[in-house]
């Protein structure tokens, strides 16, 4: 279990926030928050992926919670800039950072569901998909993440020196 609970966590944290940031970081507010016909807006899928990693990270601390509602309608249009965007992102990644290494290195007789941790990676990898396919649609501008390192080989070898 450490190796995929490492690897979850690098994913997360080393690729998937930073790649996250660097689209929010090339729209304009009005990119952000537009609508397609019958799609959801790259803001509204960013605060989706927000409210699922923010539940998970309430889960840690507090394994029995029950939420009123899913997150399958969850896409809100909240027109706000995208600095205000990427710092809340930022906030939510490193509040899931925080609890999920506090849960690993103290482990406090909690397990982290492994089934709820792979959904977890799996869905923000999925939308994170979405978001730079639409980012790189929108603004023309390629991203270069594997030749600027964000790569598999650097994450395995990053994965590979934490343990």
Known sequence: MELFYKLSYHRMIDHY??????????????????????????????????????????????????????????????????????????EVFNNWKKEFEKVITENNNIEIDAYNLFHLVEHTGYHLGQIVDRTKRITKKPFNFCQNGLNEKNLRTMIENSL
């Not at 926030?17 to 729209?27: A, E, F, H, S």
């Not at 790259?42 to 394994?63: D, F, Q, V």
């Open 17 to 90: 926030l930073p790649k996250l940031i660097q689209t929010v970081d090339m729209l304009t507010i009005q990119n952000l928050w537009q609508e397609e016909k019958g799609i959801n807006s790259i803001g509204g899928i960013i605060l989706h992926i927000c409210e699922h990693i923010k539940r998970n990270t309430e889960r840690y601390a507090n394994p029995n919670i029950k939420y009123n509602e899913g997150i399958e309608g969850y896409f809100p249009s909240l027109d706000i800039e995208p600095n205000i965007l990427s710092l809340k992102v930022q």
